[in-house]
């Protein structure tokens, strides 16, 4: 069964990220995990950093034979202080560096996509002390598909 261009789009994204090596090119640390859809809470003791790459509600525009998409994307993050680390804030705003530095990289997801847009973020630290650190950052991917079928790109 072929993918979705929008599938597409989100699995190129998610192979972006899984790409990202500790050291490499000047990056933080390695994501131990890269998943389509929101982290699971129960992994974050044993995960040293997540992302979870999270759809939200599609803007579509029918302009036949082509159908533009709209799609905002979260790109959440879960990341555990360790020994050595930098301070928790800073810690997570390198994170946010790296994840928009890396999804930006290649904007047309491998010609998946039409453009890839930065649209904020936010982190979520509760104190300084804190050695979980979360944190999302928002995009909106912009593609387009044949109207009547949403597998064959344009």
Not at 30 to 55: H, K, N, S
Request: proline share 5%; net charge negative.
């Amino acid at each position: 069964m072929a993918d979705t261009v929008r599938l597409a789009c989100l699995k190129a994204l998610q192979a972006q990220l899984q790409a990202v090596q500790e050291g490499e090119d000047d990056y933080l640390l390695r994501f131990t995990q890269v998943v389509l859809g929101p982290i699971d809470a129960g992994e974050g003791g044993r995960r040293r950093a997540m992302v979870g790459i999270v759809p939200g509600r599609e803007v579509t525009d029918v302009q036949f034979p082509l159908t533009y998409c709209v799609l905002p994307l979260a790109v959440e993050f879960r990341a555990t202080w360790g020994i050595g680390d930098p301070p928790s804030q800073e810690l997570a705003e390198a994170i946010l560096g790296d994840i928009r530095r890396k999804v930006l990289e290649d904007a047309g997801l491998g010609g998946h996509a039409i453009d890839l847009k930065d649209a904020g973020s936010e982190i979520t630290l509760n104190s300084f002390a804190d050695k979980a650190i979360y944190g999302v950052a928002h995009f909106e991917l912009l593609y387009r598909h044949a109207t009547q079928d949403p597998r064959q790109p344009i």
